[in-house]
């Protein structure tokens, strides 16, 4: 069983920043592509970013030049640092982790963390 935990969303104002991190746990960990979706009601998912295995990053359009995805030397947990956070930028934001080895063709989200935008 793999589990993803996400945190450090909140309520920050509109130009501030937020850093959110994502934390996999189980019995085997191993992972391909990791990063992050996020999604308010009604609307669909909306990538942010993923990360290769080799560290290729690609993020979505609406957050480039402004959000920075990392990961570290375990593989097994990745940040999102948000800067300049606009209003749209208010939503849900999960982690996924897409299984390799033992794991591949498996995916794995966590439950999500808010991060709202607002004066």
């Known amino acids: 069983q793999v589990q993803l935990v996400e945190s450090g969303g909140g309520l920050v104002q509109p130009g501030g920043s937020l850093l959110l991190s994502c934390v996999a746990s189980?019995?085997?960990?191993?992972?391909?592509?990791m990063g992050w979706y996020r999604q308010t009601p009604g609307k669909e998912r909306e990538l942010v970013s993923t990360?290769?295995?080799?560290?290729?990053?690609i993020y979505g359009d609406s957050v480039k030049g402004r959000f920075t995805a990392s990961r570290d030397g375990t593989r097994n947990t990745v940040y999102l640092q948000m800067n300049f956070l606009k209003p749209e930028d208010t939503a849900v934001y999960y982690c996924?982790?897409?299984?390799?080895?033992?794991?591949?063709?498996?995916?794995?989200w966590g439950q999500g963390t808010l991060v709202t935008v607002s004066s």
């Open positions: 990360i290769t295995p080799d560290g290729i990053t």
């Open positions: 189980g019995r085997i960990l191993s992972f391909s592509d």
């Open positions: 996924y982790a897409r299984g390799s080895n033992r794991l591949r063709g498996r995916e794995f």
